[in-house]
């Protein structure tokens, strides 16, 4: 039985509501009055629910269909301006005990080289990124609770933010680990971590079963109900997502979005992101084994839609996708993006020989930091180095409720334009530099507080001097 308040993971993603929401979207995809009202409903932009939001995904009306996508390019313009936020993930480890069929790092994978980063080798990998102008990362780490226990993480937390290099620091470390205990997550609340990031994969769980047939993550319920229990710890920025092409998309399009329901509800505080990954091809892994793949056109529209349903959560795409597919999504809703990623152990110190790899997935997008950075300057972004909210304490709902009452423009776009004039400053290329330079000049004009506006800009020209870390 349904029920979004429902602390076990069956009953807040429940299998007959999901199964009774794709018909009743089967039935309506061309209700041009349900569908209108809908939008209707939508354009208040407060969000709309999850059958809802399946009925505008599968809408079939070419006009409604435009409105839709408008509709998701206004919400983002609305809360999140133009401004990308950028990261890098970090891999630490890729030992895992676990056997999901879709990721190279399984057990039985016997060809892929393991490795595990000492805290040296963080250390050099941190500074790496660093001078590539990083700020902001996601930890990644198979489930080995021997090579990879808890301690492991929070030491390389500790590691990592201590290091100053240059004029480098990581300010905001998120987590991408498997689901834990309360007591874990507490730790890991107490090293400071910024968002806490589990996949779901799935949230259909005969072939969650199917596609994770060994090891700890097998558990459909205890990975599911993991975010309650980081809640519970007190950590209030989570991140979730799904790996779009293991299942059919309109079910955990559905499932993700009662996820979010779920957790605003029951937890008090929605995702702080979604992320909208693609099965891609890795050691050991054939995407096309998987028969669920979407193309760009259904991509595209998922994100949109995600966009309508949950305008509070942020939305991430990786370097899984290409720069071409990238483009096209940015101004439907997605608002962090990674740039100049390596996906092996290891890999932004030293490149990897190709005997040698230990990569979760193939990257699309090749491109070095410093590209990503001009191409977004080119069609009129703003890249974003920003870690404020998270060092402000403006977590959770204090950052919704900013969100909410649009003070954003006032408090994120000037701390865009900050930490971009400090990458700009450290780590550009020329023709970067000349873009970036040309953009802060034009944006600062466009925040509405004089005052604020005024500080923005006597803070940029102390960046100019050498000074750093300014913040609202
Ligand atoms: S997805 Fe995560 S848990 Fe599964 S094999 Fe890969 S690293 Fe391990």
């Given at each position: 039985m349904y029920n979004v308040m429902s602390p076990r993971a069956e009953e807040f993603i429940s299998d007959e509501e999901i199964k009774e929401c794709l018909a009743f979207a089967s039935e309506n995809k061309n209700n041009r009055k349900l569908i209108e009202q809908i939008i209707e409903k939508a354009s208040k932009m407060e969000g709309v629910t999850h059958k809802e939001a399946i009925v505008l995904l599968d809408c079939e009306i070419e006009d409604l269909n435009q409105r839709i996508y408008k509709l998701a390019e206004d919400i983002k313009q609305e809360f999140y301006g133009n401004r990308i936020v950028m990261f890098a993930p970090l891999y630490l480890s890729n030992y895992c005990i676990n056997g999901c069929k879709y990721c190279p790092y399984h057990l039985k994978n016997k060809h892929i080289a393991r490795k595990k980063l000492s805290q040296e080798e963080i250390r050099k990998e941190v500074i790496a990124l660093q001078d590539?102008?990083?700020?902001?990362?996601?930890?990644?780490?198979?489930?080995?609770?021997?090579?990879?226990?808890?301690?492991?993480?929070?030491?390389?937390?500790?590691?990592?933010?201590?290091?100053?290099?240059?004029?480098?620091?990581?300010?905001?470390?998120?987590?991408?680990?498997?689901?834990?205990?309360?007591?874990?997550?507490?730790?890991?609340?107490?090293?400071?971590?910024?968002?806490?990031?589990?996949?779901?994969?799935?949230?259909?769980?005969?072939?969650?079963?199917?596609?994770?047939?060994?090891?700890?993550?097998?558990?459909?319920?205890?990975?599911?109900?993991?975010?309650?229990r980081a809640r519970e710890a007190g950590i209030d920025d989570m991140g979730i997502g799904v790996l779009f092409g293991l299942n059919n998309y309109r079910y955990d399009f559905t499932g993700i979005i009662m996820h979010a329901e779920h957790m605003e509800r029951f937890g008090g505080v929605g995702p702080h992101t979604i992320s909208v990954p693609r099965v891609r091809k890795a050691d050991d892994i054939d995407p096309d084994v998987f028969d669920n793949g979407i193309s760009d056109d259904t991509f595209a529209k998922i994100v949109a839609c995600l966009r309508i349903a949950v305008p509070y959560t942020g939305m991430i795409v990786s370097t899984r996708e290409s720069q071409e597919s990238r483009e096209r999504v940015l101004h439907l809703g997605v608002s962090q993006i990674s740039g100049g990623s390596r996906t092996s152990v290891g890999g932004y110190a030293q490149e990897e020989a190709p005997e040698d790899n230990s990569a979760q997935f193939d990257i699309s997008d090749n491109r070095t930091l410093d590209e990503v950075v001009h191409w977004l300057m080119e069609l009129s972004y703003v890249p974003s180095f920003c870690t404020a909210c998270y060092r402000e304490g403006r977590t959770g709902d204090r950052f919704m409720s900013l969100l909410k009452s649009r003070q954003i423009i006032n408090c994120c776009h000037p701390n865009a334009l900050m930490t971009l004039k400090e990458y700009l400053e450290d780590y550009a290329s020329e023709g970067t530099k000349a873009i970036g330079e040309k953009l802060i000049a034009q944006e600062l004009k466009k925040i509405p507080n004089q005052k604020v506006q005024k500080r923005a800009a006597e803070y940029i020209s102390n960046i100019h001097l050498g000074k750093r870390d300014f913040r609202f």
């Open positions: 590539m102008g990083h700020k902001r990362l996601a930890l990644e780490a198979g489930e080995d609770p021997v090579n990879n226990p808890i301690e492991y993480i929070l030491e390389s937390i500790q590691t990592i933010y201590g290091i100053k290099h240059k004029n480098g620091a990581i300010r905001r470390v998120n987590v991408n680990i498997a689901a834990t205990t309360v007591e874990d997550y507490r730790r890991l609340k107490d090293a400071g971590i910024g968002t806490y990031i589990l996949f779901q994969e799935t949230y259909h769980k005969k072939s969650y079963e199917e596609l994770h047939p060994t090891g700890p993550k097998s558990n459909y319920a205890y990975h599911t109900e993991a975010m309650d």
